[in-house]
Every structure is written in structure tokens, then in C-alpha cells.
């Protein structure tokens, strides 16, 4: 099956800095989307983002999908951002989401 | 966007006992999906409920610890058997197929922590 992988696993930023989320995908998919799992446990929908460019506040996000990679933007980070980051794609005759690996934020004051 | 609610929202069990996890979706979806995320893990998708017959079930998980219904286009359960502390996870709701613009989207639900003693 699909292999999803995040990078970095971790992430430690003082508030105010910047950073770039990395996602790959060993093949082709039709749906890729970036979810935020905050400390309570709750998956928030960032971005629906099979291919293109979005954004959304200080957030963006950019699907390569011929290149099979999608990378998300935090820019300004806040407390508030910390948790983890999830990637999940979806290949072509499935209807099965895969989750990758995840990248694990810590923003500190 | 859906709302997903899904109840309870945690227990502690003890073990040999079963657990039903109840999920309503506040609009009609095409598919309903429960995942599995253990401490510190990623999300590990179980089984698709489909409606109406028996859920499909991933690698690894079978029905009859893992039993799932999904009588109608909004509402699906999931009963995790037998349970033991290695089922210790969150559990969580999942669906799409929304009218309109949202329907490749999908949207998960608060989940349910479960503790097995």
C-alpha cells in the first residue's frame, strides 16, 4: 500500500518563527489533506488539497502532485499551534484515507 | 462542513468487558469510517461501515472484535469486545460524501479515549 511520510517528527519553535511541514507519498492520489491534532485530541481540517496552492491566514499549503509531496506553511507561529500535524492521502479507486506519520509541534512563548 | 459527535467522549473499562461507541453525523454521507489511534501513534483506519451490510474491515482487525453497524446514512456504532489493555486507543468517528462542494472532504470526530484496566 501507499507510504506516507512527514518530516520533520518534531518541531520546537519559539513563538513568532516560521516553518515548513513536509509530506511525501510513494504514489499517485486524488485527495490529500492537512489536519491539526490539537492536545485535547481533536482533528481540525486545515486544508482539502490535492494539487495547487491555498491559503488560509497564516496558514498555506502546497500539493506537488506529480512530484508526490505537499508541504504546509506556518507562518507567525502562536502557542495555540502546538500539537501534530497530519497528512492523509487518498489513492485513485479507494475511498480509504491514509494517515502519514505526523510532525509533533511545540511553540513556547 | 459535518458535524460528528460521537458518544461517550472517554471510559475506563476493565478487561473481558465490550464498549459501543455511538457516531451521528448531523447530515446525510456516502461513507463512515472508524479509526484507531494508539498513545503516541498515528491514525490506523479499521474498517469502512457500510449501510445496511457488513462493515469492511482493514488488515488486522476483524468482526468479531471489532463488531460495527450502520443501520442508516447518519448513525453507525462500533463495539470494541473483549477488551484488553493493548485496545487502549482513541477511537474515532469518521465520514464523507457531503452534498455539494464538500464531498471529497473528510471530517473526523471528537473521538472516544479509552482506558482498559
Known amino acids: 500500500g501507499i507510504q506516507v511520510e512527514q518530516s520533520p517528527p518534531d518541531l520546537i519553535l519559539q513563538e513568532g518563527a516560521n516553518s515548513t511541514l513536509r509530506c511525501n507519498f510513494s504514489?499517485?492520489?486524488?485527495?490529500l489533506q492537512w489536519f491539526h491534532q490539537n492536545p485535547w485530541g481533536q482533528l481540525i481540517n486545515l486544508f482539502y488539497?490535492?494539487?495547487g496552492t491555498k491559503q488560509n491566514g497564516r496558514l498555506s499549503a502546497t500539493t506537488v502532485a506529480t512530484e508526490r509531496y505537499s508541504l504546509l506553511y506556518i507562518s507567525s507561529s502562536q502557542t495555540t499551534d502546538s500539537g501534530v500535524y497530519f497528512c492523509?492521502?487518498?489513492?485513485?479507486?479507494?475511498?480509504?484515507?491514509?494517515f502519514g506519520t505526523g510532525t509533533r509541534l511545540q511553540v513556547f512563548p | 462542513s459535518a458535524v460528528i459527535s460521537q458518544k461517550p467522549s472517554r471510559d475506563i473499562c476493565q478487561r473481558g468487558t465490550s464498549l459501543t461507541i455511538q457516531c451521528q453525523v448531523d447530515s446525510q454521507v456516502t461513507m463512515m469510517f472508524w479509526y484507531r489511534q494508539q498513545p503516541g501513534q498515528s491514525l490506523t483506519l479499521i474498517a469502512t461501515?457500510?449501510?445496511?451490510?457488513?462493515?469492511?474491515?482493514e488488515s488486522g482487525f476483524v468482526i468479531d472484535k471489532f463488531p460495527i453497524s450502520r443501520p442508516n446514512l447518519t448513525f453507525s456504532t462500533l463495539t470494541v469486545s473483549n477488551m484488553s489493555p493493548e485496545d487502549s486507543s482513541i477511537y474515532l468517528c469518521?465520514?464523507?460524501?457531503?452534498?455539494?462542494?464538500?464531498?471529497?472532504?473528510?471530517?473526523f470526530g471528537p473521538g472516544t479515549r479509552l482506558l482498559v484496566l
Open positions: 461501515a457500510n449501510q445496511g451490510s457488513e462493515a469492511t474491515y
Open positions: 504514489d499517485s492520489v486524488n485527495n
Open positions: 469518521s465520514a464523507k460524501g457531503l452534498a455539494g462542494e464538500h464531498q471529497e472532504t473528510q471530517y
Open positions: 492523509a492521502v487518498r489513492t485513485y479507486n479507494t475511498d480509504k484515507l491514509i
Open positions: 488539497i490535492p494539487s
